[in-house]
Each structure stands twice: as C-alpha cells, then as structure tokens.
C-alpha cells in the first residue's frame, strides 16, 4: 500500500556533499513522521534525522548531525537528507523510515518508531 524508494548515494570523498532521497508512494496522507537511519558494517542501525508530517505536509526537522539536515517534498510526498562536509565514518547504508499508524510523541528516535522501512543505499566516503 505505502512504499519507499531511498536514492542519491554513492562513492565520495572526505568534504563532499550529497543529498538522499526518500520518495513516498501510496496512501502516504496519515503519515506522521519520516526517518533517515543508518547502519554501517559491524554497527547497529542508529538514527540520523527525522522530519513530522501532517495532513500531507511536512512540519518540524531535526538532525543528530550537525552536518546533515532533513527537508521534505509536500507534494510528493519525499524526505531528502542533504549532508555536507562528509567524512569516512559517515560511511554507511542509509535506511527511510515511514511512521504511519501513530502520532508524533516526541522525536522518533528508534526503529521501532516507525512502521515502514526503504531497502537501503550505500553511502561510501574514502580517500
């Protein structure tokens, strides 16, 4: 029914920037947060950012990386991740994440927040 399609990573170096993509298909208007996590080889997924939505608009932003930041496409709907000044321990698959059951309860910080998930694109920062 809801279905979500991660795109924009790739190969950069140390100082790059790139911007994800998190595009929303489907009965997305209930929506009420959208999530960026990321998990790298040997580590835990742990969370980066995450936007609120309401009525099929994107509201409140917040990012654990002072380097990134989390918008959103109102019309789409899409979550973007643009991150700056990249550094190897960046390096990581980057996950969306869709809440779509329940209220905004504080910032949804954990995986279990949220109720579906993209497949992943990888993100690699080397010199």
């Known amino acids: 029914q809801v279905q979500l399609v991660e795109s924009g990573g790739g190969l950069v170096q140390p100082g790059d920037s790139l911007r994800l993509s998190c595009a929303a298909s489907?009965?997305?208007?209930?929506?009420?947060?959208m999530g960026w996590f990321r998990q790298a080889p040997g580590k835990e997924r742990e969370f980066v950012a995450a936007?609120?939505?309401?009525?099929?608009?994107?509201g409140d932003a917040l990012s654990v990386v002072d380097r990134f930041s989390i918008s959103g496409d109102n019309i789409s709907p899409t979550a973007y991740l643009q991150m700056n000044n990249l550094k190897p321990e960046d390096t990581a698959v980057y996950y969306c994440?869709?809440?779509?059951?329940?209220?905004?309860?504080?910032?949804?910080?954990?995986?279990?927040?949220?109720?579906?998930w993209g497949q992943g694109t990888q993100v690699t920062v080397s010199s």
């Open positions: 994440a869709a809440r779509l059951y329940g209220p905004w309860l504080g910032t949804p910080k954990f995986t279990n927040d949220y109720d579906l």
């Open positions: 489907g009965r997305t208007f209930s929506m009420t947060a």
């Open positions: 936007i609120s939505w309401s009525g099929g608009r994107s």
